[in-house]
């Protein structure tokens, strides 16, 4: 078995695609405290960033073949809600302005959710350390 071969046994796409939902979550935070920040702004129409959508579009494209970097400005990394998903924002429809109370309750969903997958994460990393010590 050579060195790539172990790499993908040991952090699979498991721990990509819980990588990739954490960084979506923070993203989808920072849309939504904005909405919180702006609830008394006339005219503001909250917005949501659809985490299952994106979710479901990163792992399709983590298949396919990544390209080497050789110098580091070649290729910008994705930030939290850069370019790559600030197309996906949406705003939300009735035109009544920011429903604090609705607001907050997804932000507590979303704050649950990201616990659950740190949580997650946690877990998977303590798996490969019992693997790796050999179960002491």
Avoid: C
């Avoid at 080497?68 to 070649?74: L, N, V, Y």
């Avoid at 607001?103 to 790796?132: D, P, R, W, Y």
Wanted: glycine share 6%; net charge neutral.
């Amino acid at each position: 078995m050579d060195k790539i071969e172990i790499g993908k046994k040991l952090f699979d796409q498991t721990m990509g695609t819980l990588n990739r939902s954490l960084d979506v979550r923070t993203a989808r935070h920072r849309v939504l405290s904005s909405n919180v920040a702006n609830a008394e702004t006339p005219n503001y129409a909250p917005k949501d960033l659809p985490f299952q959508k994106i979710l479901e579009r990163a792992t399709e494209s983590s298949s396919a073949i990544s390209l080497r970097k050789t110098h580091p400005q070649h290729f910008p990394e994705p930030g939290i809600l850069t370019s790559e998903w600030s197309a996906e924002v949406e705003s939300q429809a009735g035109g009544e302005g920011v429903n604090i109370d609705q607001e907050m309750a997804k932000l507590a969903e979303n704050n649950l959710m990201f616990q659950a997958g740190v949580q997650s994460l946690v877990k998977k990393i303590e798996a490969l350390k019992m693997t790796i010590s050999d179960g002491r």
